[in-house]
């Protein structure tokens, strides 16, 4: 049984900063490709940064592109999202999500993740 555990969020102010955590348990966590993905409220959930289990390479929407930053622990089997200059737009419930067939931009779609993470919600005040 595979389980994502995400942990991280809250509450901030515009400009602020805060890191996701998601820590992957049941299965080797290095043979899964990685994502973030967020769905704000009476919005659809969207696609925010993917890293991939080949190369550790990562890809951004554009709207974090420079503020976002992924990244994976094989070791401690956990994803982390840094997130800085948080923008009231950010507000959303944050999931992270794990693969095992995705590859290239096929990591970016939610029909291509196995597994989810709980969800953990990010208010950015204005």
């Known amino acids: 049984q595979v389980q994502l555990v995400q942990s991280g969020g809250g509450l901030v102010q515009t400009g602020g900063s805060l890191r996701l955590s998601c820590v992957v348990s049941?299965?080797?966590?290095?043979?899964?490709?990685m994502a973030w993905f967020r769905q704000a409220p009476g919005k659809e959930r969207e696609f925010v940064a993917t890293?991939?289990?080949?190369?550790?390479?990562?890809t951004y929407t554009d709207s974090v592109k420079g503020r976002f930053t992924i990244s994976r622990d094989n070791a401690e089997n956990t994803m982390y999202l840094q997130m800085n200059s948080l923008k009231p737009e950010d507000t959303a419930i944050y999931y992270c999500?794990?693969?095992?067939?995705?590859?290239?931009?096929?990591?970016?779609?939610?029909?291509?993740?196995?597994?989810w993470g709980q969800g953990t919600q990010v208010i950015v005040s204005s």
């Open positions: 999500a794990a693969s095992y067939v995705c590859s290239g931009d096929e990591c970016t779609y939610i029909g291509s993740m196995n597994y």
């Open positions: 049941g299965r080797t966590f290095s043979s899964y490709n």
């Open positions: 890293t991939r289990r080949s190369n550790g390479s990562t």
